[in-house]
């Protein structure tokens, strides 16, 4: 089971479903959730890696009475995720594990494909899901985490109910889509199946799931915007990437991207005085700037300002495939303010840049 999931993981941890360290899948059987540990990228996981969890501990966690205050339940909620892992595993288990748990299936993918978020960023995404995918459980955005997790259950128990059996498919307005069958096969099937029919929804609409990017831009360009960044941003900006211009996503999609490459990016020129009114805007600097000869990113250091150009190119073609459908659909201010403050995700980021 663990060698199946291991590579199902490797077959869906490629950029086309997912970016860094995002997505995560899981086995079980009666007794274990085995699943994959936070900021730990697919591609990297080996069997032993995967955190093993009691599931019945872990059942508990929604018998618990939790805290009203965010960030208070989500540290309970942490908590007894930890206290249900086994003694002889290491690591931090996701926190969807509790997700993947209430899917019975014994194999779980959860990923984020440009293809599907092009569809769940969509004003019209409900409706093309109903139409191209009938039997899946499409839900509204909802915060990640402990409410997640209670939203879904719920409409699981209400799915069983009109259907007398579990979903499949789950798929999450900004989010992505969770993927449950009792066999590896069924897995693919069922990606096959999703992948194919938004493939040919886009062809039918006129809208390329190709990002095109023009040509880097020059040496002498990098140069004079690496030392305004550099001199603006300090630390913040000690890593630098450029790319050939493309047409960066406006605003918050998912929160992945809102965890990478922040809400916004500067669109222009960016000089001090810029970049200052930027921050005073937002609260932070920008991750994404966009001139009219390339795109630049930055990190504290060259691997998170990579990591940061993947998903501003990820999020550039989400929003062009949701701009095909009838127009993108942004996460809302309170939705994209509990994604950039959730310890969660900074913890997240901090194992993708290798701090701890």
């Known amino acids: ?3 199946k999931i291991t590579e199902l993981s490797h077959e869906y941890g490629t950029p086309e479903y997912i970016q860094g360290g995002g997505g995560n899948t899981s086995a079980k059987n009666e007794e274990t959730l085995w699943v994959k540990p936070s900021g730990t990228t697919l591609a990297e996981l080996t069997e032993d890696m995967f955190v093993a969890m009691d599931r019945q501990k872990l059942g508990k966690l929604f018998e618990t009475e939790m805290p009203v205050e965010s960030s208070a339940r989500e540290a309970a909620v942490m ?18 594990a509790p997700l993947h748990d209430t899917l019975d299936a014994t194999f779980v993918v959860h990923t984020h494909p440009q293809l599907v978020n092009g569809m769940t960023c969509a004003k019209n995404g409900f409706e093309v899901c109903k139409r191209l995918f009938p039997e899946a459980l499409w839900v509204e ?3 990640p985490g402990y409410t997640l997790c209670s939203v879904i259950r719920g409409r699981i128990k209400d799915y ?7 979903p499949e498919m789950v798929i999450i307005e900004n989010h992505g889509i969770f993927v449950a069958s009792h066999t590896a096969g069924g897995i693919r099937k069922i990606y096959k199946t999703v992948m194919n029919g938004l493939r040919k929804e886009y062809k039918k609409e006129k809208v390329s799931p190709h990002l095109e990017v023009g040509v880097p831009p020059s040496a002498t360009l990098k140069e004079e915007i690496t030392k305004v960044l550099q001199k603006v941003m300090g630390k913040e900006a000690e890593g630098v990437c450029a790319s050939g211009a493309f047409k960066v996503a406006s605003g918050p999609l998912t929160p992945d991207h809102v965890v990478f490459m922040k809400s916004y990016p500067l669109i222009g020129d960016p000089t001090a005085k810029v970049l200052t009114a930027f921050k005073a805007q937002y609260g932070y600097f920008p ?19 990579e990591l940061t150009m993947r998903f501003a190119k990820d999020g550039a073609l989400v929003e062009q495939l949701a701009n095909g459908l009838a127009g993108v659909k942004y996460m809302s201010e309170q939705a ?18 290798g701090k701890t």
């Open 1 to 3: 089971m663990l060698d």
């Open 79 to 96: 908590d007894l995720m930890m206290a249900a892992m086994y003694p002889y595993s290491s690591g931090r288990p996701s926190v969807e």
């Open 141 to 143: 955005y909802v915060d």
């Open 160 to 166: 069983v109910a009109s259907k007398g059996h579990q």
């Open 287 to 305: 991750k994404v700037i966009s001139v009219k000869d390339g795109v630049f990113t930055v990190g504290p250091n060259e691997k998170n300002a």
């Open 336 to 353: 994209r303010g509990f994604i950039e403050n959730w310890e969660v995700e900074v913890y997240r980021q901090k194992v993708a840049m």
